[in-house]
């Protein structure tokens, strides 16, 4: 896991696309994040917590050995 400190007028969905590519894990950074939820902007120096994640391997990308 690792932290963010914000800026003045961060929103959390930026956050979470600059450093994940996409707003899929927004759940897991806001059940990491609950106290901040009342906010749709942050101001400077609010701590958030980025949980380490991966997407998901879609069926079509998935490799097997045999057919």
């Not at 007028?9 to 956050?15: A, K, V």
Request: negative net charge.
């Amino acid at each position: 896991m690792s932290d963010y400190i914000s800026v003045d007028g961060d929103r959390l969905d930026t956050i979470v696309y600059a450093k994940y590519g996409t707003l899929e894990p927004i759940m897991i950074v806001i059940e990491a994040n609950s106290h901040i939820l009342d906010r749709s902007t942050l101001s400077a120096g609010v701590i958030i917590k980025l949980p380490e994640w991966s997407a998901p391997i879609k069926k079509e990308e998935a490799k097997t050995l045999w057919n």
